[in-house]
């Protein structure tokens, strides 16, 4: 390990030099209260910034053992020491007026959720922060003085302003921490009384706008029906009521505009704990809670599927149905079974991203067209069996289609972001004549197979053999695009990032031919937390933009690989 002034007079050596010279940098170097380690030179003033890590004893940060015990902690004061880290790059960083990125330092950037990241790492005796850094050039000449600027003084203000106990605000650290341990109480507290989410009283569920994640200034506190209110007492001593919704089916209904989608937004991001200031901290829903939407045009390969499609024309087999581009009920189909097979207990559903065909088939349209010229049973009929056979609950978004009232447990209606107990007025206006449906269902949900990948699906080799994250939505695998834009409770393209180190990281150690899609996430998965979420990534020193998903988005990036081979 070299010292810090060997690292200023190697950069002052180079200075003026091609770019290339700045490889000569590279590796570890002392700076007495933290080691600087120089894993990834770039090539160029204009290619992906270099990866630079600080490494420091825990000691030394003095953040107190007591708030490091337990691994909800660390999450905790890992995401508030990304946050800092990022807010002090905003402060004492610039772009110097050069090539490239040059000056610039980036750290992964958090939104509104408290993620299980790579960017802050503790872990046994020491801390270790992963960033970028634009080394400063002119044209493509090093600026060598300019580059020992940002390492001997810029990042040594970043280091002690953000990873410094004595520096950071104690106090928003411990209501961090105490904010992420009453989200996990809530979480668990979902479990013993019997109930799929939680919506405090309070909370503000309207964003900014539609590509804000921030809450509306202003919004409309929520507020629980009586016949819903829960009452908890959480770990920090706070006493919260709010809106339970027990497990079965539940139906969310309303006019337009009154808030039902934003209610159902709230729930899909409920799976994650949110920071303060958010809205939606006591959002809470359980963890494996599956977003369902029609998705034309998606791949899918051998999904049983049958117990929504049978009889297709031409006698295609829907045991085991493939397509390359499925239309909206078959895609809406898959997407059920697959959140199935990945051991999901909770699906919701808007109405208005739903196939209509898919979701209702009303009593006239029944008289019209004969039962065996109709091959989809639609998900009215197997709501109930869904609830009744497997366990899994099911909360709806329905805004034209009052045939639910018949199958729904309870019904909830938004009027004007204020939710209302409207289960005994839907069941009465049920049991009124009028047009029936006739309940086509044989009472049962039908068989979820579980599907086993081959190898020879991932059998791509030389440079076709990279997996990379392209944005939130998009995978490169070859030359394959794996397109995963359906997947809405995605809330990070570090979470999109991870999922394509997953991929590889299964397909070259995990994948066996003998276990199922889910068996081998849950290997992997018990690996990670063992061994680390950074311990997946092939490149060893620097995997700082990883973001930890749920199995459930990453058992649907798999699923719509149109590569995938899985067994007959």
């Known amino acids: 390990m070299k010292s810090r002034q060997e690292l200023e007079q190697l950069l002052f050596s180079i200075n003026g030099q091609g770019y290339g010279a700045y490889k000569s940098i590279k590796g570890e170097y002392n700076f007495g209260k933290y080691i600087l380690s120089i894993d990834h030179v770039q090539v160029d003033p204009y290619a992906p910034p270099s990866k630079v890590r600080i490494i420091m004893n825990r000691k030394v940060t003095g953040i107190p ?70 080394l400063p050039a002119a044209g493509r000449r090093v600026l060598g003085k300019e580059a020992n600027r940002i390492f001997s003084q810029t990042l040594e203000k970043i280091v002690d302003a953000a990873l410094l106990y004595e520096n950071i605000d104690h106090n928003e650290l411990k209501n961090q921490i105490s904010l ?25 569920l309207p964003r900014e706008s539609g590509v804000s994640d921030k809450p509306l200034r202003d919004g409309i506190p929520f507020q629980s029906p009586k016949s819903f209110k829960t009452d908890m007492d959480l770990p920090s001593g706070k006493h919260i009521s709010g809106m339970g919704i027990e497990k079965g089916i539940t139906l969310i209904v309303g006019g337009g505009y009154h808030g039902k989608s934003t209610l159902l937004k709230a729930l899909e991001r409920g799976v994650y704990n949110h920071i303060s200031g958010d809205g939606r901290e006591m959002v809470i829903t359980c963890f494996d809670a599956v977003k369902i939407r029609a998705e034309d045009g998606r791949n899918v390969e051998k999904v049983n599927i049958s117990a929504f499609i049978n009889n297709l024309p031409g006698n295609k087999d829907t045991h085991l149905f493939s397509t390359e581009n499925a239309s909206g ?51 009215i009929d197997k709501v109930k069996p869904l609830y009744k056979d497997l366990g899994v609950s099911t909360i709806l978004i329905v805004g034209g289609c009052g045939d639910y009232f018949d199958v729904a447990d309870r019904v909830i209606m938004m009027d004007e972001y204020i939710p209302k107990d409207v289960t005994d007025r839907a069941k009465e206006i049920a049991s009124t004549d009028g047009y029936k449906r006739e309940f086509l269902s ?28 392209k944005g939130k939505y998009t995978i490169l695998y070859g030359w394959n695009n794996i397109d995963i834009s359906g997947l809405e409770q995605l809330v990070d393209e570090s979470q999109t990032n991870c999922i394509a180190v997953m991929i590889g990281f299964l397909k070259n150690k995990v994948i066996d031919e003998k276990k199922t899609i889910e068996q081998s996430l849950d290997q992997m998965y018990r690996h990670i937390e ?39």
Not at 113 to 122: D, P
Not at 184 to 201: G, H, S
Not at 333 to 352: C, F, R
Not at 358 to 368: H, N, S
Request: hydrophobic letters at 35%; aromatic letters at 6%; charged letters at 30%.
């Open 530 to 568: 063992k061994s680390g979420l950074d311990s997946i990534s092939p490149y060893t020193g620097h995997p700082g933009n990883l973001a930890m998903p749920r199995k459930q988005e990453v058992f649907a990036a798999i699923s719509r690989y149109r590569g995938l081979v899985v067994k007959g």
């Open 180 to 204: 992420m341990i009453d989200q996990e109480y809530i979480r668990e507290e979902l479990k013993r009384r019997n109930l799929v989410a939680f919506v405090a009283d309070g909370s503000v």
């Open 65 to 134: 053992d007591e708030l490091l015990d337990s691994k909800s902690k660390i999450i905790a004061v890992s995401d508030f020491l990304t946050r800092e880290f990022y807010k002090k790059t905003e402060i004492y960083s610039r772009k110097i007026n050069a090539t490239g990125g040059s000056g610039m330092i980036v750290i992964d950037r958090c939104g509104q959720e408290m993620l299980e990241r790579t960017s802050v790492l503790i872990k046994d005796n020491r801390v270790e922060v992963r960033f970028e850094i634009g």
């Open 442 to 469: 044989d009472n049962v949900f039908g068989k979820v197979t579980h599907r086993v990948p081959l190898k020879k699906g991932f059998s791509l080799s030389g440079k076709e053999d990279r997996l990379k994250a």
């Open 329 to 379: 009920s078959t895609s809406q189909a898959a997407n059920v079974m697959e959140a199935l097979e990945s051991g999901t207990s909770l699906i919701l559903i808007d109405e208005d991203t739903s196939a209509t065909n898919f979701m209702i088939c009303d009593g006239r349209m029944q008289k019209l067209i004969a039962r065996e010229k109709e091959p989809i049973t639609p998900f």
